[in-house]
């Protein structure tokens, strides 16, 4: 079954810093895959989704995502964090009965 | 143009009360999906409804859960009875069309605690 692993639970960053977050999924074929952040008080946002294609893929307030098919990976980044990036980050793969499986998040926290 | 909406945002219940969550989804959006996330585990699919029929409940846990999309409007989602296990929050989300390449619009949350 398609599923994603971000094995990193918490990150705490320094704001200006720069950032990573880490996702690995499990899909035999080309996956559709997303990442959503929730900031607190927050639902779920989209920050960018990959279908196919270049394999960098930009999204909103800054962040991109890179996939890479040797390494299962969809890791996020951002080049400078700012102290309202702290949130919940996660890593969703599109399943093939319409619904998103997703990682169990990361929390980042962003010192000043 | 709203979101998706939830109602209500919080809720806190004893053991054996019903709760009903309700979520309006983003106006013509025939897909609407409701998604739990238990403390500390992954966000979890309930089930997703194609206007108002039932598209797939895969994800219910039991009989105690009960989702209705009255119209293919609106959808509620009941708990009846409530156990301990069933805190957490519950996510509605909405999309116009299904598959892969369709962005799932999420709610707030609703976040239920039961004692």
């Known amino acids: 079954a398609q599923s994603v692993t971000q094995p990193d639970i918490h990150i705490t960053v320094s704001e200006g810093a720069s950032l990573e977050l880490r996702c690995n999924y499990s899909y035999g074929a080309t996956p559709y895959l997303f990442w959503y952040v929730q900031s607190p008080g927050q639902g779920l946002q989209l920050l960018l989704k990959?279908?196919?294609?270049?394999?960098l893929v930009q999204g909103i307030k800054g962040f991109e995502a890179e996939f890479k098919r040797s390494q299962s990976s969809f890791n996020l980044r951002k080049p400078s964090v700012h102290w309202s990036d702290a949130a919940e980050y996660f890593c969703a793969v599109y399943t093939n009965d319409y619904k998103l499986s997703f990682g169990a998040g990361t929390t980042v926290t962003v010192r000043a | 143009e709203a979101g998706v909406t939830q109602f209500p945002s919080h809720s806190v219940i004893e053991k054996g009360q019903t709760v009903t969550l309700r979520c309006d989804p983003i106006?013509?959006?025939?897909?609407l999906y409701w998604y739990r996330r238990v403390m500390g585990k992954e966000i979890k699919f309930l089930l997703h409804f194609v206007k108002e029929s039932k598209q797939d409940e895969s994800g219910m846990p039991n009989n105690r859960f009960l989702a209705e999309r009255t119209g293919g409007t609106y959808s509620t989602l009941k708990v009846q009875p409530a156990e301990l296990e069933d805190s957490g929050v519950y996510f509605c989300a909405s999309s116009q069309d299904a598959g892969g390449r369709e962005t799932q619009y999420f709610g707030p949350g609703t976040r239920l605690l039961v004692l």
């Open positions: 106006s013509g959006h025939d897909n």
């Open positions: 990959y279908f196919s294609g270049d394999t």
